[in-house]
């Protein structure tokens, strides 16, 4: 339904809180899940702040680029992703960032199949949050910025937040208007620090409002050093209130652009006209730059530990991807099973990291 892009700025205004924030409490339908990926070319902070290096940085982003060159890129990201779910459920993921800036390079022509891959799994019940970080939505990086369905920007409302953030803004307005969806995909979820009211602030930096969130450093904390998300007063601060208003406002923005800019399939069969501009939004199902889909999930592992084989007559787990198929052409040998381990298995909790089959 909806690929949404964080983006921050100079000063440290919680792009990463944010989009952290917005997974843990995004509205999710039946058969929906959402998927967090760091894509901060200055590197992630997830495993090493709100998984408190329980995860070792052997997964994530940094292994993707070596797949892409080979074909793949989709299954390969599967294998990397960590389940950030309080009760196990497989619908709350993470793909952690880079471990080192010095990465970045290696994904420059990696972005943009990255970013057909992010679209190409709304048709499969997933929706995805990308975090850009400070420069990411400028830089090689910036595809993944022009085809977000919503790009929001975490400011601080301070003087010295929202003068650092003009330029940026202006900039990534000019590039979304040029060379993405377009500039009303730039949307404001700022911080209140300081005095300026949301309604000012977005008028003085020429976007729209997307929310206001409150400034709870104790709260914040839990997202940005660790900490228990499942504790009910985390759960009902004020901060995870606000997050969850603006995650229904943005689901709002990001369905009514793909509906005005997506054409319908009575509109895809009418004749061109000649004074109607062509689309040049990405279309949700459009080819996948011959990116095969990502295949079902076997289940998840404590650290590099496969997790006990399913019995045959439920060959997945309950509450994993069933409805994920990999291509249809060439099929390659179906791998054998995980052999169960010998050891008591962990209950499946926070924090474990996921493999594909």
Same mark, same amino acid.
């Given at each position: 339904?909806?690929?949404?892009?964080?983006?921050?700025?100079?000063?440290?205004?919680? $792009?990463? +809180?944010?989009?952290?924030?917005? !997974? =843990?409490?995004?509205?999710?339908?039946?058969?929906?899940?959402?998927?967090?990926?760091?894509?901060?070319?200055?590197?992630?902070?997830?495993?090493?702040?709100? @998984?408190?290096?329980?995860?070792? $940085?052997?997964?994530?982003?940094?292994?993707?680029?070596?797949?892409?060159?080979? #074909?793949?890129?989709?299954?390969?990201?599967?294998?990397?992703?960590?389940?950030?779910?309080?009760?196990?459920?497989?619908?709350?993921?993470?793909?952690?960032?880079? +471990?080192?800036?010095?990465?970045?390079?290696?994904?420059?022509?990696?972005?943009?199949?990255?970013?057909?891959?992010?679209?190409?799994?709304d048709a499969h019940g997933y929706d995805v949050i990308v975090d850009l970080g400070r420069s990411g939505a400028l830089g090689p990086g910036a595809v993944?910025?022009?085809?977000?369905?919503?790009?929001?920007?975490?400011?601080?409302?301070?003087?010295? #937040?929202?003068?650092?953030? /003009?330029?940026?803004?202006?900039? =990534?307005?000019?590039?979304?208007?040029?060379?993405?969806?377009?500039?009303?995909? =730039?949307?404001? =979820?700022?911080?209140?620090?300081?005095?300026?009211? @949301?309604?000012?602030?977005?008028?003085? !930096?020429?976007?729209?409002?997307?929310?206001?969130?409150?400034?709870?450093?104790?709260?914040? /904390?839990?997202?940005?050093?660790?900490?228990? +998300?499942?504790?009910?007063?985390?759960?009902? %601060?004020? !901060?995870?209130?606000?997050?969850? %208003?603006?995650?229904?406002?943005?689901?709002?923005?990001?369905?009514?652009?793909?509906?005005?800019?997506?054409?319908?399939p009575h509109e895809q069969s009418a004749p061109p006209q000649a004074d109607r501009p062509q689309e040049t939004y990405p279309r949700a199902d459009r &080819?996948?730059?011959?990116?095969?889909?990502?295949? &079902?999930?076997?289940?998840?592992?404590?650290?590099?530990? &496969?997790?006990?084989?399913?019995?045959?007559?439920?060959?997945?787990? %309950?509450?994993?991807?069933?409805?994920?198929?990999?291509?249809?052409?060439?099929? *390659? &040998?179906?791998?054998? *099973?995980?052999?169960?381990?010998d050891r008591q298995q962990p209950q499946t909790g926070y924090g474990e990291v996921l493999r594909a089959r």
């Open positions: 339904m909806a690929v949404v892009a964080v983006v921050g700025g100079p000063g440290a205004p919680g $792009a990463t +809180t944010t989009a952290l924030a917005l !997974l =843990l409490s995004w509205p999710l339908r039946p058969g929906r899940r959402v998927l967090l990926a760091e894509c901060d070319p200055d590197g992630g902070a997830v495993l090493a702040g709100a @998984l408190e290096g329980r995860i070792e $940085a052997v997964y994530g982003l940094r292994n993707l680029a070596v797949a892409d060159r080979r #074909g793949l890129l989709a299954q390969t990201m599967w294998e990397q992703l960590v389940d950030l779910s309080p009760d196990g459920a497989a619908d709350r993921l993470l793909l952690p960032g880079l +471990t080192d800036p010095a990465q970045a390079p290696g994904l420059a022509y990696t972005w943009e199949p990255l970013a057909d891959t992010f679209h190409a799994l993944l910025a022009r085809q977000a369905d919503v790009v929001a920007a975490s400011v601080r409302t301070t003087l010295r #937040g929202l003068s650092a953030a /003009r330029p940026r803004l202006a900039a =990534l307005r000019d590039d979304l208007e040029t060379s993405g969806s377009g500039a009303d995909a =730039l949307g404001l =979820l700022p911080v209140a620090e300081g005095p300026y009211p @949301l309604a000012e602030a977005a008028r003085e !930096l020429g976007v729209s409002a997307l929310g206001l969130l409150p400034f709870a450093p104790r709260t914040a /904390r839990v997202l940005s050093d660790g900490g228990d +998300t499942a504790d009910r007063r985390f759960v009902r %601060s004020e !901060l995870m209130r606000t997050v969850r %208003s603006a995650a229904d406002r943005i689901q709002e923005v990001a369905a009514r652009r793909r509906h005005r800019l997506v054409p319908q &080819p996948q730059g011959g990116y095969p889909q990502p295949g &079902p999930v076997l289940g998840p592992v404590q650290g590099r530990r &496969p997790w006990a084989a399913p019995a045959p007559e439920q060959p997945y787990p %309950s509450g994993f991807p069933q409805h994920i198929a990999p291509p249809a052409a060439p099929q *390659p &040998p179906a791998p054998a *099973p995980f052999p169960p381990p």
